[in-house]
């Protein structure tokens, strides 16, 4: 029988986004393939690395991980019998510092096969707004306006706010996700629109102003394996929140609906700009892509890239997956094996 592959499950991270990170954790630790796998949870927090042996929670006994070499010394083996090496990392760190390219960047320096997107790819996802402005004019990718805001530098008034971006326009953290830090402005209420510049400031030092584009709000996941394109089957979430916060996501405040009920034609359109994405931004792994369908024109506008979509019981590529006739299991497996041989 073939060695077991010791894979590192890592959780955590710096921003508000931690607790989604832990369920996602948890639920892909449960469902490797213990025949071929002996996973761990290692848990990183503001530079702290430290390996749970014990279950798939964020508590209890741990121990430190070496980083000089990705290892850990097994309590259950102490001595140097009982010191074990990763083999590869599964991140599902969602925000910093796993999203954002910062850890596969210690993984690249380490030799380490990992489970997202490259450190370059990850950085510039995680940009909001250079990720739209690569986008910008690709077969299919159809954008919002936007103003983009770096702090330290001034802010336009309201009302040219309001001229550049109709009414309502959204307020969001450019690096950021899960919704923290985002704000629907309906008035040129100055207050209010300072309120929600802080609120996102507070997540990220540049905030994005967008426009609000009246619609169906849809995720398309995609993975790209042995050389076959994975486009998953579109989810589309339905909710009576204004728009798709963190409640939304995570807290039940939302009926997901996969496969969406949707025309062919627009499913194509979905489908076509998902790959396009994908391929022009220089993904691998598994991401989400979320888009907006106008209500009166039926095109599909670009949202954002996930490269570290959520995993947890009530996350949405997991139900894709499942539409598709895979298990999560399978799937990472599917995902180990190919972002093993790069």
């Not at 925000?95 to 510039?124: D, H, K, R």
């Not at 996700?177 to 309120?195: C, H, L, N, R």
Request: a negative charge; proline letters at 6%.
């Amino acid at each position: 029988m073939a060695e077991k592959k010791i894979i590192a499950v890592i959780v955590g991270g710096d921003s508000s986004e931690d607790v989604i990170s832990y369920k996602s954790g948890a639920q892909v630790w449960s469902c490797l393939n213990r025949d071929v796998y002996e996973p761990y949870l290692v848990v990183l927090r503001k530079g702290v690395w430290r390996v749970n042996p014990v279950d798939a929670t964020s508590e209890g006994a741990t121990v430190p991980v070496d980083l000089n070499d990705f290892s850990f010394v097994d309590p259950a083996q102490p001595g140097a019998g009982g010191k074990k090496k990763f083999d590869y990392a599964l991140i599902e760190i969602h925000g910093t510092p796993g999203e954002n390219g910062i850890l596969q960047g210690y993984f690249e320096l380490m030799g380490i096969p990992y489970s997202t997107c490259t450190p370059e790819v990850s950085a510039l996802t995680f940009n909001k707004s250079l990720c739209k402005a690569v986008l910008r004019g690709r077969p299919g990718i159809n954008l919002a306006r936007e103003i983009l805001l770096r702090r330290g530098e001034p802010v336009p008034k309201a009302d040219a706010m309001v001229e550049e971006l109709g009414l309502p326009f959204f307020i969001k953290p450019n690096a950021s996700g899960s919704s923290f830090g985002v704000t629907k402005i309906k008035s040129a209420d100055p207050a209010a629109i300072e309120a929600a510049i802080e609120a996102a400031f507070a997540e990220s030092d540049a905030v994005l102003l967008e426009q609000f584009v009246d619609g169906r709000e849809v995720s398309c996941g995609m993975m790209v394996i042995d050389g076959r394109e994975w486009i998953l089957p579109v989810t589309e979430l339905i909710s009576e929140k204004e728009f798709f916060d963190f409640e939304a996501k995570y807290e039940g405040a939302c009926r997901e609906v996969t496969p969406a009920i949707l025309p062919e034609e627009v499913v194509r359109a979905l489908n076509t700009a998902t790959a396009e994405a994908y391929r022009t931004l220089g993904c691998r792994g598994v991401v989400r892509v979320d888009f907006i369908i106008d209500r009166r024109t039926g095109e599909p506008y670009f949202i954002e890239v996930n490269t570290t979509p959520g995993m947890s019981a009530a996350s949405i590529v997991p139900q894709q997956w499942r539409e598709a006739g895979l298990t999560m299991g399978e799937a990472f497996g599917m995902i180990i094996n190919e972002t093993s041989k790069q």
